[in-house]
């Protein structure tokens, strides 16, 4: 089945304590982005990398990190998190930029007291 | 700076309505323009994708439109049913200087009513 997959769905943690979110794709695509998502805001784009070791920064990329080692993995990293950054967060993915239908994974609910 | 607006923030119809969901948006020089559903703490659901070539897509009950030079999209949802209430996002991929960004409305919230 084509998917996008992320973990953990739900993490509770501390400020200061570094985590990583991963994201997984099984289709081969070559798009993959990160985004948060916030009462009133809405959705906003953190980073995007349309390639292996192609990564730019979205609209909200403060105090987070990516890395495209592989294709099919873009795993979010929160060095030192803090309770602003708690939220809801997605991972998406397409096979490129211009054509590319865009799929997301169930999203990942972190909290950071 | 790429802007993307819904209108209406929300909207309540009683079932069998068609109803129309609006996105402007301000540069329109965008690769495409993507609608979503979105049900409450889960996640997006691609419901249909309209590239900038194409003016219009369908997919069952649903319709979206594309007007670029205006900056206009409708997603047209015809005999709406009860499990059709969600919130209903639009975005838009492109544009001068974001080759990779995705730009999100704030997405319209949709109650249809038995």
């Known amino acids: 089945e084509a998917q996008v997959t992320q973990n953990p769905r739900y993490l509770i943690t501390v400020t200061g304590k570094k985590l990583t979110v991963t994201c997984s794709q099984n289709m081969n695509h070559e798009y993959m982005s990160w985004y948060r998502q916030d009462p009133g805001l809405g959705l906003r784009q953190i980073y995007y990398s349309m390639n292996v070791e192609v990564t730019d920064k979205g609209d909200v990329p403060e105090g987070y990190k990516v890395s495209r080692k592989e294709k099919r993995n873009f795993p979010l990293i929160l060095e030192s998190p803090s309770p602003n950054q708690t939220s809801l967060y997605f991972c998406?993915?397409?096979?490129?930029?211009?054509?590319?239908?865009?799929?997301f994974g169930e999203g990942s609910r972190l909290t950071v007291l | 700076k790429q802007e993307v607006t819904q209108i209406p923030a929300a909207l309540s119809v009683p079932e069998g309505e068609n109803l129309v969901l609006n996105c402007s948006f301000t540069d329109s020089a965008i690769y495409n323009l993507q609608w979503f559903r979105q049900d409450p703490g889960k996640g997006l659901t691609s419901l249909l994708l309209i590239q900038s070539s194409q003016r219009e897509q369908t997919s069952g009950r649903l319709n979206a439109s594309l007007d670029k030079s205006s900056g206009r999209s409708t997603l047209y949802i015809a005999a709406s049913q009860p499990g059709d209430s969600a919130t209903y996002l639009c975005?838009?991929?492109?544009?001068?200087?974001?080759?990779?960004?995705?730009?999100f409305g704030q997405g319209t919230t949709l109650q249809v009513k038995p």
């Open positions: 998406a993915s397409s096979w490129g930029i211009r054509t590319g239908e865009l799929f």
């Open positions: 975005a838009v991929r492109g544009g001068s200087g974001n080759t990779g960004k995705l730009i």
